[in-house]
Structures are given as structure tokens and as C-alpha cells.
């Protein structure tokens, strides 16, 4: 059984000595008759009495510490143990990088918010429908004929002829228009 003084504890833990008198208010400490903290004993009460909604704070917190502590352990002739990351010959410039990445956040939040009000579609949706539609539009002229030579077959005068042509066409072209309409709507508000 290991004892130390608050003070000590706080300082193995990392914690400030008001939070180790917080936890001794709340009784979640294990003391020792001459008041001296069991360490053993006070970790498995504080992770039985932990609250498990703050996990994520208690991990920030945790990250916090010791990316504080990495600056104790830095020496200026430390030994290099991983590659270097080459810093252009006129140095970093953190706030050009910095200005750069927000330029393309705000970039990237502009797009997704005129994809939200219909203004900005995806490319690949917009294709997908053009091709079909355009294979749709292909395949009705070419099916026109089978279904109107026999008719077209007893015309005899010209202009009755060119009647029945442009109306047949006016037809197809009406129906692949409503239909591309409804197709094109449809792969732009599908999920890719």
C-alpha cells in the first residue's frame, strides 16, 4: 500500500491541488489514518465513481498534460529518431498556412451550403443523367420507325406525310423530355 500526502498525489496524477481537495470534499479519496492518500485504493474508487458522460473531457484533459510535459523532456541535443519534415528554404510561414486553410474551409462551407439551397450540384449526378437521357433520346427516335412506317406506308400526298412525321417526332420528343425531367431530378436528389 502505497501513501502520499495530497499534495504529492496531485502532483503524480498531474492534477492541481484544489481538484485533490475537490475530490477529498466529495469523498472519493482514500485516506489514510495520518491523512495521506492510498493510491491503489483512491484509482479504483475514482474509476468506479467516474461519471462514464465525461470520458471525453477526462481524455482532452489527459492529451492536455502530456503534451504539456513533452517540453520538460526536449533537449536541444536530442538525437533525431524520425525523419524531419522539410521546411522550404525561406522558412514556415504559419499564418500564410493558416490564412490557406481557412480560405478553403470557407471554400468548402460555401459549397455545401449552395448544395443545400440547389444552386451547386454534384458532376457525376449531372453525367449519369445526361447520359441517360441521352440514350433514352436515342433508343425512342430509333424505335419511331417500326412503330410508324406501317402507317406512313399508304400516304401518299407530301404534306399529309410531313404531318404525321412532325407529330409522331413532337410525340417522342414530349415524352423524352418529361421523362429526363423526372430522371434528371431523381439522380440529383439521390445519395451517392
Do not use: C
Not at 12 to 24: C, D, Q
Not at 155 to 172: F, K, Y
Amino acid at each position: 500500500m502505497e501513501l502520499l500526502s495530497k499534495s504529492e498525489f496531485a502532483a503524480r496524477m498531474g492534477w492541481s491541488k484544489p481538484y485533490v481537495s475537490k475530490l477529498a470534499k466529495q469523498e472519493r479519496l482514500v485516506l489514510a489514518e495520518d491523512g495521506r492518500v492510498d493510491i491503489a485504493a483512491t484509482q479504483a474508487l475514482l474509476k468506479e465513481s467516474a461519471d462514464p458522460s465525461k470520458a471525453g473531457v477526462a481524455e482532452r484533459h489527459q492529451r492536455d498534460r502530456v503534451e504539456k510535459g513533452v517540453g520538460v523532456h526536449v533537449v536541444a541535443d536530442a538525437p533525431v529518431t524520425a525523419p524531419v519534415l522539410e521546411v522550404p528554404a525561406a522558412g514556415f510561414d504559419f499564418q500564410k498556412s493558416r490564412a490557406q486553410r481557412e480560405f478553403y474551409l470557407a471554400a468548402l462551407a460555401e459549397n455545401e451550403a449552395r448544395k443545400s439551397s440547389g444552386e451547386l450540384v454534384e458532376r457525376q449526378a449531372v453525367e449519369n443523367a445526361a447520359f441517360a437521357t441521352g440514350r433514352m433520346l436515342r433508343d425512342l427516335l430509333l424505335g419511331l420507325p417500326k412503330q410508324i412506317s406501317p402507317g406512313l406506308s399508304a400516304i401518299n400526298d407530301p404534306w399529309e406525310l410531313e404531318r404525321q412525321l412532325t407529330t409522331h417526332l413532337r410525340r417522342v420528343l414530349d415524352d423524352a423530355s418529361r421523362l429526363s425531367l423526372a430522371d434528371l431530378e431523381q439522380a440529383l436528389q439521390s445519395p451517392n
